[in-house]
């Protein structure tokens, strides 16, 4: 056994808990799971099937704390976990598991398979088993700050760029502000305006707010690879940047996993509670339009369609905050099959949309939102996530669909009603 083998097996033995042991005991294997995931629906591949690529997890679990296994492995009736397995096993771990949740929510005994998979992922990081694309990410990430090596001064070029289209200045490192805003790497070199609307959404509404230079990446590489030292390296960087500027609120930007690992992961991941809250950006607008603090002018013309972000709506439980904001600003807002809390992933959660190897079968199970839209047939797409953004902007082109996508929040920001009106 190599020693990248030997840790890896080794971290599976120690994040195997009472909660997995109870889920591989109380799985009646009725494939229900398959039914939900994308990537097995799209295919028709049993590979894909959830519960099927925690096989070795499984197996090893078995072998060492059940008394059947532990008889089998000594007869040979059960073969060990191997380096090749693992390798095997990327795909089905990385590449089609988007971590979306689906499988968990139709499964009828309550077994919480996306936490299986990420304590899964701990071991395939640690054997080195983990796709080259994200490892690249999770290294820049620690390294230099983000999972695009984007540092400080393009961020500070950006908010420049920002404050002469917008005509507002981008406030950074402002001690007591009520807000701190997060960004993703995505929003930053993908789709800046997501920064100007923030700071127009700020203005209108009155209320302070901040980025922090030391802090401004939320997306966690971390999470996505399975590595829990080095989620807890990036959330701990949000929690001092926070902290020092005495913030008393964090805003997750539109990224699904930087909320989840801020907001439901975070605590538990530095070890204690956090002196701030920590909301979505959909949840704060929401909150203000709760207030009567969002004044807007105007309707979209267009036919509307919403694409709920899975870390968002299923794992965060953000549902009906975004679709009263819609219809502030939309006449013709029209749902797809599935909306909502079983709305389809992307097909680019999880880390899946940084594994370049992964991509023929991402755009294989993308047939699934292809076939949402041409349902309810949109003039235009709506979410609230710079990952599915871009996976959809992706998946739309390769099937030839000109079907345009853009941001909740910018969409809000464009309907404000102009200062002195």
Known sequence: MTASLEK??????????????????????????????????????????????????????????TLLGRLKKTVGLSKPVTDAELGEWQELVYNSCTLCGRCSAVCPVGNDIVYMVRKFREGMSASGNAPE?????????????????VKLPAVKAQMKHVEKDFGIPIPMDVEGAEYMVMLSSM??????????????IMQHVGKTWTLCSTAFEATNAGMQIGNSDLARVIVSRIVEGAEKLKVKTVISPECGHAYTALRWEGANLVGRPFTFKVQHIVEVLGEFQELGLLKTEGFEKDRLTFHDPCQLARRGGVIQPQRNLLNMVAKNFVEMPDAGYMNWCCGGGGGASAIEEGEALRLEAFK?????????????????????????????EHYQMDLPVVGLT????????????
């Open 8 to 65: 890896g097996v080794r971290v599976l033995k120690e994040v195997i808990d009472a909660p997995i042991a109870s889920y591989f005991n109380s799985c009646v294997h009725c494939g229900l799971c398959a039914e939900a995931c994308l990537f097995y629906t799209e295919t028709g591949n049993p590979k894909y099937t959830p519960i099927h690529k925690l096989e070795p997890m499984r197996r090893l679990y078995e072998q060492e704390y």
């Open 133 to 149: 694309g994200i490892k690249g990410a999770a290294n820049r990430t620690i390294t230099i700050g983000s999972p695009m090596g």
């Open 187 to 200: 929003e930053i070199m993908n789709f800046p305006e997501y920064l100007g609307a923030i700071a127009k």
């Open 368 to 396: 699934v939102k292809k076939s949402q839209f041409e349902t309810v047939k949109p003039d235009r797409v709506v979410t609230a996530c710079a990952n599915c953004r871009i996976v959809l902007e992706e998946g739309l």
């Open 410 to 421: 910018e969409m809000v920001a464009d309907h404000l009603v102009a200062k002195g009106a």
